[in-house]
């Protein structure tokens, strides 16, 4: 037996659907604001003490060690009940590099470190092909200090006049978790905020809490002082084909693949008379 459904019922289903849906940014647009922000910040900033690549190669790990310069008078210097503070390091990744996105997450699993890119990163692509991307890499200060690994690979070069070329590794930024969300500045009378910069309106991005990305907190950058001198704390050098080689790397390729295809066609053709 057929049931009529009345299509006023249809729609009503439909828009509470949609109205029960929580829409978050995308992620591509919240990194959009990171780069974007041109925001007060807080009176704080961030010190790269460390920034270095480990290992040889074309496969390095990328290790940043960051310091947070807190003044005395700040409500944040004597929290004995925030032992811990979560920051994120927002890490530029050029088209030279990249970062395995498997492989992060094999090593989150066993403590390696949470992350969050803006798109997935082909590691097969060579760098002429390829686009940069950014990632957000969680992590918490321990008495205002923290030590970041990122394992970051080196792509093929295109081949070029010399043999290695010169490529930065950009500078961080780093954000802190807001100590109180912004709905609640209103109920803390007796503490600054940490997101408001002394201020009326909060100085905060809408990130998520973690690499999960099941919550959303509120998040403010710090000013780095890589930031403040404009420098790129490291540079590596990535090996090239030289373009005087290419006549003789193409002849050679294309000659062992003939007498490849035709040595197994011998074989094939022999072990079928046998």
């Not at 890490?91 to 403590?111: H, P, R, W």
């Not at 490529?167 to 709905?183: E, T």
Request: net charge negative; hydrophobic share 40%.
């Amino acid at each position: 037996r057929k049931m009529a459904v009345c299509p006023g019922i249809i729609l009503f289903c439909v828009v509470a659907g949609i109205a029960a849906v929580r829409v978050e940014p995308s992620l591509t647009e919240i990194l959009q604001q990171v780069q974007d922000w041109s925001g007060d910040h807080l009176r704080l900033e961030a010190s790269v003490r460390r920034r270095e690549l480990r290992n040889s190669g074309l496969h390095r790990a990328l290790v940043t060690g960051i310091h947070l310069d807190v003044p005395v008078d700040h409500p944040r210097s004597a929290d004995a009940a925030h032992p811990s503070w979560p920051i994120i390091v927002v890490e530029n990744i050029t088209q030279d590099v990249y970062v395995d996105l498997d492989e992060i997450a094999s090593l989150t699993k066993f403590g390696g470190p949470q992350m969050i890119a803006s798109s997935y990163m082909d590691t097969e692509k060579p760098a002429a092909v390829s686009s940069a991307h950014t990632v957000l890499v969680y992590s918490r200060l321990q008495d205002y200090r923290a030590t970041v690994e990122l394992p970051l690979h080196l792509r093929y070069q295109a081949p070029s006049d010399s043999l290695y070329k010169a490529v930065p590794v950009l500078a961080p930024r780093v954000l802190v978790q807001c100590w109180y969300q912004p709905d609640e500045i209103a109920n803390s009378a007796t503490h600054l905020p940490v997101c408001t910069n002394g201020k009326d309106t909060p100085s905060v991005l809408k990130l998520p809490c973690d690499a999960t990305a099941a919550k959303y907190c509120y998040w403010t950058p710090v000013k780095t002082d890589t930031e403040t001198t404009g420098s790129n704390t490291l540079q590596v050098d990535i090996p090239c084909g030289l373009k005087d080689h290419t006549i003789l790397i193409v002849i050679g390729t294309v000659s062992m693949t003939v007498l490849g295809t035709l040595y197994l066609a011998y074989a094939a053709t022999t072990v079928q008379t046998r």
